[in-house]
């Protein structure tokens, strides 16, 4: 897997190569629920991240007698906090980056929150897989970063778009399953209306809704 990094300099704005941002979605339960019988047990309403994959990939990696893992977790760079899901089956790993300062992200939350529950759908044009988990409504750690700006010299879209391309967000979910070996990962930002401005907003940044060949992820 090669791992390509945005040149960005620091002092100033972005070059203009084109840098990739992968994006997932924010769907809803309701809109899967005749494709997949975890889904038609959610409420409609519930939040589900919809994120395109390789589907050879995918199977290889996660379809089978496999355990998985969902974790949210807070990640700092550059005085900019970030909101980081993941989601592990088999061999398969999802991070989802989210900014704590948009209220339509914590919209999502919330709403997850009063439905206990949360989707994933894995799309391709040769197939489509489901994931669901539950999400307590007690309040949780992460909930401290509630509607908290960038207080560094990147706001949220740098950072994230630089996380993307580099391997600390891999190290830092390292061994979420012991002992298996993550063989395909997906990084992606959540595109909510604001986050996906601020993409679009930064030269040469291209928001990729589809999934990379592995050579490129």
Same mark, same amino acid.
């Given at each position: 897997m090669s791992n390509f990094v945005p040149n960005l300099n620091m002092d100033s704005q972005p070059n203009s190569d084109y840098v990739p941002v992968y994006g997932a979605l924010i769907d809803r339960a309701g809109k899967f629920s005749e494709l997949f019988e975890d889904a038609a047990t959610m409420r409609p309403g519930t939040p589900v991240f919809a994120t395109a994959v390789d589907p050879d990939s995918f199977k290889a990696a996660a379809i089978g007698?496999?355990?998985?893992?969902?974790? !949210?977790?807070?990640?700092?760079?550059?005085?900019?906090?970030?909101?980081? &899901?993941?989601?592990?089956? $088999?061999?398969?790993?999802?991070?989802?980056?989210a900014d704590p300062a948009d209220p339509e992200f914590w919209?999502? !939350?919330?709403?997850?929150?009063?439905?206990?529950?949360?989707?994933?759908? &894995?799309?391709?044009?040769? $197939?489509?897989?489901?994931q669901k988990m539950s999400v307590p409504r007690d309040k949780a750690p992460y909930e401290r970063l509630r509607g908290k700006k960038a207080s560094g010299i990147m706001p949220f879209a740098y950072v994230a778009m630089m996380l993307m391309h580099d391997d600390e967000l891999e190290k830092h979910f390292e061994g979420m399953l012991p002992g298996v070996e993550v063989s395909y990962r997906r990084i992606c930002v959540l595109l909510t209306s604001e986050v996906t401005k601020a993409v679009?907003?930064?030269?040469?940044?291209?928001?990729e809704r589809a999934a990379p060949r592995e050579t490129e992820s």
């Open positions: 007698d496999y355990d998985y893992r969902f974790r !949210i977790a807070t990640v700092e760079n550059l005085g900019c906090h970030l909101l980081v &899901f993941c989601i592990q089956v $088999g061999g398969a790993q999802f991070i989802w980056l919209k999502m !939350i919330d709403q997850a929150k009063a439905e206990q529950g949360l989707g994933f759908a &894995f799309l391709s044009a040769d $197939g489509a897989w489901f679009e907003s930064i030269p040469g940044a291209v928001i």
